[in-house]
């Protein structure tokens, strides 16, 4: 098997993995951190990670292209009506626009003909290559934050009044959230940087 083949394997993996662990959240009944993760995003975590582990797999082609990006359109549709009425608690509205943009971005990535296994080329300079990129950056920085609150908390700056840090049950709850979501960061990097 070739490196390239061997990345995408283990990005496939890490995919599922991911995807895995948001079920198992989803199906969690005690949940212990209504405030800081909500079941929308565990959900949209797995429709996302579960839709980028097709689309670099083996079974990608024409058929699982239409699935994906009738799921992505659905997803957009569902995180857009979510921001015009979010659940309430801190940050809720903060993650349906970032699930928002990561429904449209892969949409946009289906729709510039990804294919894991040949580059797009994407002229350097055109607009669509400069929105990429600026994408990639987006989810990368994305990806850094998520890393770092995991290992140490949100700071308490940036919280809402009257709203406390995670702390241990709510912090561990938090750790494990962070699992998909940043598998779901990175492989958007990754994806988005292939279709240059």
Do not use: C, I, K, Y
């Amino acid at each position: 098997m070739s490196g390239t083949g061997s990345f995408e394997m283990v990005l496939v993996v890490a995919l599922l993995a991911a995807s895995l662990v948001g079920v198992a959240r989803l199906g969690d009944g005690r949940r212990v951190d209504p405030v800081w993760t909500t079941r929308e995003s565990d959900a949209a975590h797995v429709v996302m990670n579960l839709s980028m582990a097709a689309m670099h797999g083996p079974l990608w082609g024409p058929t699982t292209r239409s699935w994906v990006l009738a799921v992505m359109t659905v997803g957009v549709l569902a995180a857009g009506l979510g921001v015009l009425r979010p659940p309430a608690g801190p940050g809720r509205r903060a993650a349906l626009v970032q699930h928002l943009l990561a429904f449209a971005t892969m949409g946009l990535v289906v729709l510039l003909g990804h294919d894991p296994a040949h580059g797009h080329g994407l002229p350097g300079g055109t607009p669509v290559a400069v929105v990429v990129v600026a994408l990639a950056a987006w989810f990368a920085f994305d990806l850094v934050v998520t890393v770092v609150v995991a290992l140490v908390g949100p700071p308490t700056r940036v919280l809402p009044a009257g709203v406390g840090a995670p702390v241990g049950r709510d912090l561990a709850a938090v750790r494990v959230a962070a699992v998909p979501h940043g598998v779901m960061d990175a492989a958007m990097v990754v994806m988005l940087l292939a279709a240059l």
